[in-house]
């Protein structure tokens, strides 16, 4: 099992640009989440899905945050326009169906630095 | 709706000494208690959890954690750390009836030094 994939890695931008960061869960997993890691604020949820479908978007800072999931296997969280604020490393999760929350698998990260 | 207190952001010990890194938390509901760790540049990793049961809990690594319910706590120790140890670890609760959306804690560093 190869666990949840995030691309890129790594993505250095200048205030303005519009970034795309990536997820692949585990597969056969239904549950999705991405969160936010900053030394100020710690680990935030930004927003959960659950077959695709967003049910919590509350922790979603503002309108120049969005996320989606076109399928099972995809989902992205899109910056537009980023600012520098927005530097932090941004973790994708999943947990399978009927699963409980200690079965929430983490992808190794994004991390995004906003010039 | 819940929130985790991690007292502590920073906790240095050196080699071999016991370690407690404490975790206080609110709710109104029953709740999954969980502690992750996350080593400098990876994801996070399950620690141990508690679910139902027993309320001392034991997880990977030698580390154990003590559900107290009338203190609202979920405290962390290890009998004796070792440099491997050095990480961030995170306090997270979860509502037993709000699906798997996790209530992460600010998190502590543990430095353990020869």
């Known amino acids: 099992d190869a666990g949840v994939i995030q691309s890129p890695r790594h993505e250095v931008t200048e205030m303005g640009q519009e970034v795309t960061l990536r997820c692949k869960p585990i597969?056969?997993?239904?549950?999705l989440f991405w969160y936010r890691q900053t030394m100020m604020r710690g680990l935030e949820l930004l927003i959960y899905f659950n077959n695709n479908v967003p049910i919590d978007d509350s922790g979603m800072p503002e309108d120049r945050f969005s996320a989606k999931m076109p399928n099972a296997s995809f989902s992205t969280l899109k910056i537009q326009p980023s600012e520098p604020r927005d530097s932090a490393v941004y973790f994708c999760?999943?947990?399978?169906?009927?699963?409980?929350?200690?079965?929430?698998?983490f992808g190794p990260g994004t991390r995004l630095t906003v010039t | 709706a819940q929130s985790v207190t991690q007292l502590d952001s920073q906790v240095p010990v050196f080699e071999e000494a016991p370690v407690e890194l404490r975790c206080n938390y609110s709710?109104?509901?029953?709740?999954?208690l969980f502690w992750y760790v996350q080593y400098p540049n990876q994801g996070l990793q399950l620690l141990l959890k508690y679910l139902s049961g027993s309320t001392l809990v034991k997880g990977i690594n030698g580390f154990e954690a003590e559900f107290n319910k009338s203190q609202t706590s979920f405290h962390l120790r290890k009998p004796s750390v070792h440099i491997s140890d050095t990480a961030e670890y995170f306090c997270a609760v979860s509502d037993r009836n709000a699906g798997n959306m996790l209530t992460f804690g600010g998190g502590t560093r543990l430095m353990v030094k020869p």
């Open positions: 709710s109104s509901v029953s709740v999954y």
């Open positions: 597969s056969g997993h239904n549950s």
């Open positions: 999760a999943s947990t399978p169906r009927g699963g409980t929350p200690d079965e929430q698998y």
